[in-house]
């Protein structure tokens, strides 16, 4: 894995060349995770997955807050 950090801020994961703040760009579902550390804090995922899927995920409570797949005919 690489991390690349631009000139001008932006921040790749997997690219040479983010186009963004933060651009992460994996082969297969890409995921990001958010964690609170809080006391009563929770682990969030956001992944993009490989089935065209966009999904947020309460890994702490075991449910899918978002879950959304969509076609795009070109």
């Known amino acids: 894995d690489q ?3 631009r000139s ?3 921040v790749g994961i ?3 060349s983010p186009g963004r703040a933060l651009d992460v760009s994996t082969s297969g579902n ?3 995770g ?3 550390t809080a006391t ?3 682990l969030y995922r956001l992944i993009s997955g490989t089935d065209g ?3 947020i995920y309460n890994q702490t409570a075991g449910k899918y807050i978002i879950y959304s797949v969509t076609f795009h005919n070109h």
């Open 34 to 36: 958010l964690t609170s």
């Open 30 to 32: 890409t995921e990001l």
């Open 8 to 10: 001008g801020g932006n």
């Open 40 to 42: 009563n804090g929770n």
């Open 53 to 55: 899927s966009f999904q």
């Open 3 to 5: 991390v690349v950090i």
């Open 14 to 16: 997997g690219t040479t």
